[in-house]
């Protein structure tokens, strides 16, 4: 029949009808991210189709209990309906949670006795009728449509209800994609950020496997050993910042990753940084991160090691050489657990144990202002002090028979013995670059040794101190020094190379050169003949 010879209500319910098709259609292909838009204009179109005066769709929360999200469109002078009203209606929302239709025709009439914050609201606002019905999708309240009229009454037949209620799924089933959609985005993120951190993560333990010290355990018995031992023991558990203190080549790391081990984080990387390895302009970027063109040669975003280390531990040797515009970022991310990468001012969050080692005297340190008094305090919550080899020598024989297992299948040797005199020798020699010297002592050997015995060279303790003359009541700089000096003098002065000073002493070369120039250590001027120079130690004299 033409629609001219309907009445008016079959014509309302045509237009509303044609009014689902077009808006089902539109829907139907729309990106999630134009939707407001269109549901705006959709409510537009119920206002002029139906002629009442205002439209509003609810959001409902995905237990249904709380409204999350309002869309309306209302004639000029209409009042809308503020999320604050619309929670205060207690019955109203308790109706659409039960999913029932509310139908008004006559506000002042037809709200219960115990509607009272309704029929305020009513009064207040001027409203005459209004239709709202809930949306379940898959037995789930999505959301609600409302209609209502401020100018006049009107009725709410069941036909117009039942085409209300089909608009409103094709609404509430597009929020729902969109809800989907938006999770699935949040997903991904979540994932890609999870695979940058796992990349990152892969590197930096691929560069830790390839930089290695060999140290595969904590090797002795002695009563110092196991002192320090028993505090690992007591600390690791607790998630506590830890300080390590003692002498370069003590095996610090070693201790950290101890802890580490034996701590409920054990299952997340231990990432380590050298402070004194870093040029300062180096080591915010890779303590923190960057973003993308934060500086020249920033090419592409980098995780720092505190996110990298998330859930587990962070290393931080040589504290003490942390540049003082550093320490208070440090400090911070220590009490906040909060830092920005380079370049960004997006607040990053972690949760990271922080074990700190150092071989400079950090009192003497916080003195002289180099550094921060309550950065200090904040890392020396539970302080531990590694002893130098030469106050437990009767480990010795232990560390030399662990570094021959280690090394003898890649060196191609087979060591079997290793004379009294040879051991007496390395247990009365000071080993003034500690466990780490006495390594590469030991590794050179092998290469020297054709048979089944170690044969060491003598000569390895030259220019250096002996057992006899302890060094324990000097600084740790001026042990440093003199050691770094006496290798270098045994080198000829030569830092690269096999067999040369940064080989010896288990060093980077440019880590090397950068400890020289921190430590003020000069070549002498030449002098007048090469034979002056003790001879490097390729092995055993012939």
């Not at 409302?146 to 009107?154: C, E, I, S």
């Not at 390895?277 to 973003?291: D, N, R, T």
């Not at 770094?484 to 040369?500: F, K, M, Q, S, Y």
Request: charge should be neutral; charged fraction near 30%.
């Amino acid at each position: 029949m033409p629609s001219e010879h309907l009445d008016p209500v079959e014509r309302e319910l045509e237009s509303f009808e044609r009014l689902t098709a077009d808006i089902s259609s539109r829907f139907g292909y729309l990106p999630v991210d134009e939707l407001s838009g269109a549901i705006e204009d959709t409510l537009h179109r119920i206002v002029e189709t139906l002629d009442v005066d205002r439209s509003t769709f609810f959001e409902l929360s995905d237990t249904g209990g709380t409204i999350e999200a309002m869309h309306f469109w209302a004639r000029p002078d209409i009042p809308p309906l503020r999320l604050s009203d619309a929670e205060g209606l207690r019955w109203y929302l308790g109706r659409l949670r039960r999913g029932e239709i509310v139908r008004v025709v006559e506000a002042e009439r037809d709200l219960p006795l115990d509607a009272d914050p309704e029929r305020t609201y009513v009064r207040q606002a001027g409203m005459k009728s209004n239709l709202t019905v809930p949306v379940l999708i898959g037995g789930q309240l999505v959301g609600a449509l409302a209609v209502g009229t401020f100018r006049h009454r009107r009725e709410w037949p069941e036909p117009l209800v039942d085409r209300v209620r089909l608009l409103a799924q094709v609404i509430a089933a597009a929020l729902l994609r969109r809800r989907q959609e938006l999770a699935l985005r949040a997903s991904l993120a979540e994932v890609e950020r999870l695979n940058r951190r796992l990349q990152a993560e892969n590197i930096y333990l691929h560069e830790e496997l390839k930089s290695s010290h060999h140290f595969d355990e904590i090797v002795g018995t002695s009563d110092a050993l196991r002192l320090v031992l028993g505090l690992v023991d007591q600390v690791a558990p607790t998630g506590s910042t830890v300080l390590l203190l003692g002498e370069s080549g003590t095996g610090k790391e070693l201790f950290a990753r101890a802890i580490h081990d034996g701590s409920p984080r054990r299952q997340r990387p231990l990432v380590s940084v050298n402070c004194a390895a870093l040029p300062s302009g180096l080591i915010e970027s890779e303590l923190f991160g960057h973003e993308k063109g934060a500086f020249t040669g920033a090419m592409a975003q980098r995780l720092g090691r505190f996110e990298i280390a998330d859930g587990g531990t962070l290393f931080l040797d040589e504290i003490g050489d942390l540049p003082p515009d550093l320490q208070g970022r440090l400090l911070r991310v220590l009490q906040e657990g909060e830092f920005e990468r380079v370049g960004s001012s997006r607040t990053m969050r972690v949760d990271v144990r922080l074990i700190a080692a150092t071989n400079h005297d950090l009192e003497a340190a916080v003195r002289d202002r180099r550094f921060r008094e309550d950065l200090y305090y904040r890392l020396s919550v539970f302080p531990i002090v590694l002893p130098p080899l030469r106050d437990h020598p009767e480990d010795i024989p232990q560390l030399v028979w662990s570094f021959i297992t280690r090394h003898q299948r890649r060196m191609g040797r087979h060591i079997e013995r290793v004379t009294r005199a040879t051991m007496d020798a390395l247990q009365r020699y000071d080993w003034p670059g500690n466990v780490r010297e006495l390594q590469n002592v030991v590794e050179r050997a092998m290469i020297g040794s054709t048979g089944d015995v170690l044969e060491i060279d003598q000569t390895f303790s030259r220019g250096r101190r002996r057992a006899t003359s302890r060094s324990g009541d000097r600084g740790l700089a001026a042990v440093e020094r003199e050691h770094i000096t006496a290798v270098l003098d045994e080198c000829r002065w030569r830092i690269n190379g096999p067999g040369h000073a940064a080989e010896t002493l288990g060093l980077h070369p440019n880590t090397l050169r950068f400890r020289m120039k921190k430590l003020g250590i000069t070549r002498p001027a030449r002098r007048a003949t090469r034979g002056n120079h003790p001879p490097s130690i390729v092995g055993p004299q012939r």
